[in-house]
Nanobody, 115 residues
Framework: QVQLVESGGGLVPPGGSLRLSCVAS????????FGWYRQVPGKQQEFVAW???????NYASFVKGRFTISRDNAKKMNFLQMNDLNVDDTAVYYC?????????WGQGTQVTVSS
């Protein structure tokens, strides 16, 4: 079992930045990939970014160079640096971990972009 806890969400004006963190606990040695997803009430959850154990990354097209995902393998943490935020980025952001064929989710952290 893997437990994930996100932090770092909040309220920022358009053009602002936030850094989301995700801490893993439990069977952390089984974790292969980390990812971030987001969801707006009434809409489907959507993929944001992904990073492998080796550091390979993948991003959703709407990120457009604004977000950067990174990880600290020693501490089993990962981070999502989000810059140049706009109102369309408002959502609950969820950390995801893939471990031995299973997927785990955190409780989510709210990101609100508003003037």
């Amino acid at each position: 079992q893997v437990q994930l806890v996100e932090s770092g969400g909040g309220l920022v004006p358009p053009g602002g930045s936030l850094r989301l963190s995700c801490v893993a606990s439990g069977d952390i040695n089984s974790i292969q990939n980390f990812g971030w997803y987001r969801q707006v009430p009434g809409k489907q959850q959507e993929f944001v970014a992904w990073i492998s154990n080796a550091g390979a990354t993948n991003y959703a097209s709407f990120v457009k160079g604004r977000f950067t995902i990174s990880r600290d393998n020693a501490k089993k943490m990962n981070f999502l640096q989000m810059n140049d935020l706009n109102v369309d980025d408002t959502a609950v952001y969820y950390c995801n971990a893939a471990a031995e064929g299973r997927f785990y989710w955190g409780q989510g952290t709210q990101v609100t972009v508003s003037s």
